[in-house]
């Protein structure tokens, strides 16, 4: 940060004073700084409010204190929307400063501001605009994220990021799926450029099966694992330990969770009761993976932690689960789940392969089928089997009354004992 700063002091004694608090910056003399900064800034200093800044930035650093590190980012802020006559080149590195700190925090609506300033320096840099389209969509505000696109592509209108994220806005936020495979197809088009990436890989593949152009699907599917994308065209699962055995259907006696599987399977009519006298407590299924019909669940433990009060109501599934430390799997889930007759859930795939899924199965399993990869197989009463949800999978109920199974999340059984402990959750 070498060229000038807008409004220095004049008067040698606060000039004195501001040289004096950025010394105490660089010595870590964090409190007195940022109160002999503060001071100077009061006198319209640009060079002192970014002083302030960076005594409560390395201040928050240093202790760890999130109230510090906001106090930070709002005096980054402050400091970029009161000086328009800042340098590009103090713009850009405060900017990011405060870009990079806010995305620290998760506070990611705050990077608006600072990105609007950048837009408006540097209207011919489509890298902000895609930017502040991340953070809105970071901050799960699709609709403003829409607003940005649409305003990018009427400018960059071959912009390959922009169109692969407004071709994302269109299938997850409003279900258009036509529309959505057009966008991303554009985005992907040969070889695929500043949009390669799995996650786009991902939804066209989604949206083509939603839409029945199977196909189609397959060869984004093929295209995604030749690019290194996807485990294969059927893995597809985004965040994975690359060097894990991957098969979709688990022999029990391949795993090491054969007395879990037999615990399960000895007691389970009372996990049958205890799911069916917990009826009220379901709640219907969210992702939208169902093509028709009812399916709910019931959450018992979520990434490894127990859903407070569940297992009072589910005591012998608790007894039983809390026995094998690799179904406190925070990468997974265990729960109950209920599919009524008629219900077809479309083919999709887990968000990771670190985990494998166990089913028991405990009502009303005649007609009902599960095909994980190419294999399609069927639920036997008071049985489990084990599968790898991170493999395309699909479910059909075609027979009648409610399908109750208990899934059991439990950890890949080539992890380590610290990938265990240090993966983050899911
Ligand atoms: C799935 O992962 O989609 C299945 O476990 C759903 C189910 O309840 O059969
Ligand atoms: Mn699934």
Same mark, same amino acid.
């Given at each position: ?6 409004? $220095? ?10 040289? %004096? &608090?950025?010394? /105490?910056?660089?010595?870590? &003399? ?10 100077? $800034? ?18 928050? $650093? ?6 510090? %590190?906001?106090?930070? #980012?709002? !005096? ?25 700190? #806010?995305?620290? +925090?998760?506070?990611? %609506?705050? !990077? ?26 970071? &901050? ?12 990018? %592509? ?52 989604? !949206?083509?099966?939603?839409?029945? +152009?199977?196909? /189609? ?27 894990? *055995? ?45 093509? +028709? ?11 490894? *932690? /127990? ?22 799997? +925070? ?8 599919? $009524? ?86």
């Amino acid at each position: 940060l070498e060229d000038d700063w807008p409004g $220095e002091p004049n008067d040698p004694y606060w000039s004195q004073q501001l040289d %004096l &608090a950025e010394e /105490e910056l660089r010595q870590g &003399a964090w409190p007195s700084c940022e109160q002999r900064a503060s001071a100077v $800034e009061l006198k319209g200093s640009a060079r002192a409010q970014y002083v302030v800044a960076k005594c409560l930035d390395l201040m928050a $650093e240093a202790k760890r204190d999130n109230r510090l %590190l906001s106090k930070a #980012i709002t !005096a980054y802020v402050e400091l970029l929307k009161m000086n328009e006559r800042l340098s590009d080149r103090k713009l850009v590195d405060i900017a990011q400063r405060a870009i990079d700190r #806010i995305q620290f +925090r998760g506070t990611y %609506l705050n !990077a608006e501001p600072v990105y609007r300033l950048l837009i408006r320096r540097f209207p011919d840099n489509v890298h902000y605009r895609n930017n502040l389209t991340v953070s809105f969509l970071m &901050a799960n505000r699709a609709d403003l994220a829409d607003t940005v696109l649409k305003e990018t %592509l009427k400018l960059w209108p071959n912009d390959r990021i922009a169109l692969a994220h407004y071709g994302f806005v269109l299938k997850n936020q409003y279900n258009k799926l036509e529309e959505s495979v057009i966008y991303l197809q554009k985005a992907l088009e040969g070889d695929a450029g500043a949009a390669n990436e799995p996650r786009f890989f991902y939804h066209l593949g989604d !949206a083509l099966l939603q839409l029945g +152009r199977l196909k /189609e699907a397959q060869e984004i599917h093929e295209k995604g694992a030749k690019l290194g994308h996807f485990l294969s065209p059927e893995q597809r699962s985004l965040y994975n330990v690359a060097r894990l *055995k991957s098969r979709p259907w688990w022999p029990i006696e391949a795993t090491p969770y054969v007395k879990l599987v037999r615990d399960l399977e000895n007691s389970w009519k009372e996990i049958l009761k205890e799911g069916l006298a917990a009826k009220e407590l379901f709640e219907k299924e969210k992702e939208g993976l169902k093509e +028709r019909g009812e399916w709910s669940q019931l959450d018992v433990f979520v990434r490894g *932690k /127990e859903i407070p009060g569940r297992c009072e109501r589910a005591p012998v599934t608790c007894s039983i689960v809390r026995q094998e430390a690799s179904a406190r799997c +925070r990468r997974g889930q265990i729960k109950f789940s209920l599919m $009524e007759a008629g219900t077809h859930v479309r083919p999709h795939v887990g968000p990771t392969n670190c985990r494998l899924r166990m089913h028991l199965a405990l009502s009303n399993t005649k007609d009902t089928y599960i095909r994980v990869g190419k294999v399609t197989r069927q639920w036997e009463l008071g049985k489990v089997f084990i599968f790898d949800d991170s493999f395309e999978h699909e479910v059909w109920h075609n027979g009648t009354g409610s399908r109750l199974v208990l899934i059991v999340d439990v950890w890949h059984p080539d992890l380590s004992a610290t990938e265990r402990k240090t993966l983050p959750a899911i």
